[in-house]
């Protein structure tokens, strides 16, 4: 995986200091009651800054900077890798680059996101958004066409997989290792045809 530049890392810490003090006022006073003008202040921002990273204030838990790295490492999968298997690959160079910090920040925001409706609400957009990115992704891998029906059902099979472990861990106070493994262990199961 290609290491961000200077100018990158310098937004994914604006990002992640603007999801920190976002959560921390969420948890403190509501989500309802928390401003995105407080959300700003607290992470030394302006609004107009808030809003260059999120549009709305629901993705500020909902956002996050994976999708464009999954597409840079699932590029760099070795041509004729099965789908499945250049995406489990993804996962694992993924997480190998995971601090705890990065993954209590993924826990904070998924039990916020189920616990907040409209939270819940922006989340169903953004899986969708991720299934067209992953689409397209799979399709130029398998020389199909991105709206092809098998091609769409197979990457809501994937994104549900990745939901269903995701919140599962969320639930516990598993580690990285514990997330991993849920993930892996779900696009296994899809693998195997999700036999019962």
């Known amino acids: 995986m290609n290491r961000p530049g200077l100018r990158e890392r310098k937004k994914i810490e604006t990002l992640h200091r603007l999801q920190e003090e976002?959560?921390?006022?969420?948890?403190?006073?509501?989500?309802?009651?928390t401003t995105i003008e407080q959300i700003a202040a607290a992470a030394g921002v302006s609004?107009?800054?808030?809003?260059?990273?999120?549009?709305?204030?629901?993705?500020?838990?909902?956002?996050?900077?994976?999708?464009?790295?999954?597409?840079?490492?699932f590029e760099n999968q070795q041509e004729g890798t099965a789908p499945l298997e250049a995406l489990r690959a993804v996962l694992a160079v993924l997480f190998a680059a995971f601090t705890e910090d990065d993954i209590e920040r993924v826990r904070r925001r998924v039990r916020m996101i189920f616990a907040v409706?409209?939270?819940?609400?922006?989340?169903?957009?953004?899986?969708?958004?991720?299934?067209?990115?992953?689409?397209?992704?799979i399709a130029e891998r398998t020389g199909r066409?991105?709206?092809?029906l098998e091609v769409r059902h197979f990457t809501a099979l994937v994104v549900a997989s990745?939901?269903?472990?995701?919140?599962?861990?969320?639930?516990?106070?598993?580690?990285?290792?514990?997330?991993?493994?849920?993930l892996d262990r779900c696009l296994a199961h899809l693998e195997a045809g999700a036999p019962l």
């Open 117 to 137: 409706p409209a939270l819940r609400a922006r989340q169903v957009a953004q899986s969708e958004a991720t299934e067209r990115l992953l689409a397209e992704m």
């Open 22 to 33: 976002a959560l921390r006022l969420f948890d403190e006073q509501g989500y309802d009651e």
């Open 47 to 73: 609004p107009s800054t808030f809003y260059r990273y999120f549009p709305v204030k629901e993705d500020v838990v909902v956002q996050d900077e994976y999708d464009p790295l999954i597409v840079n490492v």
């Open 162 to 182: 990745w939901t269903t472990a995701i919140s599962a861990w969320a639930e516990t106070e598993g580690t990285k290792d514990d997330l991993a493994a849920n």
């Open 145 to 148: 066409a991105a709206n092809e």
